[in-house]
Antibody, heavy 120, light 110 residues
Framework: EVQLVESGGGLVQPGGSLRLSCVAS????????MTWVRQAPGKGLQWVST????????YYADSVKDRFTIVRDNSNSILYLEMRSLRGEDTAFYFC?????????????WGQGTLVTVSS | QSALTQPASVSGSPGQSITLSCTRT????????FSWYQQHPGSAPKLLIF???QRPSGISDRFSASQSKYAASLTISGLQAEDEADYFC???????????FGGGTRLTVL
């Protein structure tokens, strides 16, 4: 059974940093692109970042480029999102999601999400 | 930057069929591969449709979808109370290897 479990969220002050983790199980982690998607409370979904299976290629939304870094540890099946210079607009639930490996991006499994609150 | 527009809300009665729309603006990228997700309150999104009209295993055939180059639609037939949820469309933007999501449609089953 595929499982994705995020952790690392919490309250952080503007300008602060946080690292989110997503522990994956139930599939061959290194074979799938992985993505972070966020959702501000009561709002829609926003794609944040995607990393290739080997970790060598990364993509970012303009709103987080140069502030967030997506990394993966294929040995331990863990996906990370390193966030710095956090802003109020980064407040959201952050979901990690597995791509199903078809054309385009299609996220067939999601974690339960971890809440990041940026506030003083 | 691609943008996807969805109606904010729709409603239907049990047993009815209902169609949700998703319109793409700003031509950007070579791909036009729409996906659809269902999200119940407090839960993670669930993939319903990929590559415009394909259902992942385990998704009811009450969910069907189609797309043109600039728009997509999701039809739910035999509406059930459990279908009450938010529905998001998404499209892959090839030029930036990114994903654009629509704002979501809240479906209410009367």
């Amino acid at each position: 059974e595929v499982q994705l479990v995020e952790s690392g969220g919490g309250l952080v002050q503007p300008g602060g940093s946080l690292r989110l983790s997503c522990v994956a199980s139930g599939f061959t982690f290194s074979k799938n692109e992985m993505t972070w998607v966020r959702q501000a409370p009561g709002k829609g979904l926003q794609w944040v970042s995607t990393i290739s299976g080997g970790g060598g290629t990364t993509y970012y939304a303009d709103s987080v480029k140069d502030r967030f870094t997506i990394v993966r540890d294929n040995s331990n099946s863990i996906l990370y999102l390193e966030m710095r210079s956090l802003r109020g607009e980064d407040t959201a639930f952050y979901f990690c999601a597995k791509d199903m490996g078809r054309r385009g991006y299609n996220f067939d499994y999601w974690g339960q999400g971890t809440l990041v609150t940026v506030s003083s | 930057q691609s943008a996807l527009t969805q109606p904010a809300s729709v409603s239907g009665s049990p047993g009815q069929s209902i169609t949700l729309s998703c319109t793409r603006t700003n031509i950007d990228g070579d791909y036009n591969l729409f996906s659809w997700y269902q999200q119940h309150p407090g839960s993670a999104p669930k993939l319903l449709i990929f590559e415009g009209s394909q259902r992942p295993s385990g998704i009811s055939d009450r969910f069907s979808a189609s797309q043109s180059k600039y728009a997509a639609s999701l039809t739910i037939s035999g509406l059930q109370a459990e279908d009450e949820a938010d529905y998001f469309c998404s499209v892959y933007v090839g030029s930036s290897a990114s994903v654009a999501f629509g704002g979501g449609t809240r479906l209410t089953v009367l």
